[in-house]
């Protein structure tokens, strides 16, 4: 009995060591990405986003941005949420610290900063002698990225863009251009109102009468349907293996602790 009593104590102090460190199998690198936010070709201008994503904390840093001078000519340098809260230099051209060709951004925080969000948004000029199927390439040099528990895995994804023959379809390119859809089609629909308002206003009481009776029917139709699709989420994603582990180890552990007394008595 003492035997099968320190076996289930073993086994137990393995899934209590199991369970304290299976979260260290789970770490990812961090990848420090240059992503393209759109080209606007009407004003020949691009603008790149840097941004760091990963499941380490970081508190501390320092990336080297390079771009090709003769192509590409910094107007804009933003700092991004990630180092809002931190101290943060950056060296460019704009500021003067560094040549045209390279942005030098280190910054560093008392407090553990969020493991993914922006360093930096970048809006460059093209070139004069920058045409269609031209390839813009900005590459990055981490030369140090680190949080409390000293420095962090990384990986870098840089930016290779062909520039392209008319505007590419960003979101804000979309949403001018849903706004210039928009106001062509309602100058349209204000023409054709105005040819119509003199039959509309005979059929104005029919069509009102009509409509009342069919919307309130849709309405309480839509409103059950609604509370019928609706369900709640309670974001629980607890693993209930370990503590029925525990539960059966422990109820092992008393079963043997009885029987061994029921024995010497």
């Not at 501390?60 to 700092?79: C, M, V, W």
Request: hydrophobic share 30%.
């Amino acid at each position: 009995m003492k035997n099968i009593i320190r076996k289930l104590a073993v086994v137990a102090a393995i899934v209590l060591c199991l369970a304290q460190t299976c979260q260290v199998f789970a770490t990812e690198n961090s990848n420090v990405t240059l992503k393209n936010q759109g080209i606007n070709m009407k004003q020949r201008t691009i603008q790149v986003q840097c941004d760091i994503s990963g499941a380490d904390p970081i508190t501390n840093g320092k990336i080297r941005i390079l771009y090709n001078s003769s192509q590409l000519h910094l107007k804009a340098n933003e700092k991004g949420e990630l180092v809002t809260n931190a101290l943060c230099e950056v060296n460019d051209c704009i500021s003067g610290n560094k040549e045209e060709g390279e942005i030098v951004l280190a910054f560093a925080s008392a407090e553990e900063l969020p493991a993914q969000g922006c360093l930096t948004t970048m809006t460059f000029e093209l070139d004069g002698n920058v045409k269609t199927g031209d390839v813009i390439k900005i590459t990055t040099n981490v030369e140090k990225l680190a949080g409390n528990s000293g420095n962090v895995s990384v990986e870098k994804k840089d930016l290779s863009v062909t520039v392209p023959e008319k505007e590419e379809k960003t979101g804000s390119g979309q949403e001018e251009k849903k706004e210039e859809n928009s106001g062509d089609a309602s100058e349209t629909v204000t023409k054709k109102e105005d040819d119509k308002i003199s039959g509309q206003i005979e059929n104005t009481s029919a069509k009102n009468s009509s409509s009342g009776q069919s919307g309130s029917k849709k309405q309480s139709s839509s409103e059950g349907k609604t509370n019928a699709v609706k369900s709640v989420k309670t974001g629980d994603t607890v693993n209930v293996l370990w503590p029925a582990a525990m539960v059966t180890v422990s109820g092992a552990v008393i079963i043997g602790i009885i029987r061994k007394r029921k024995t010497c008595r």
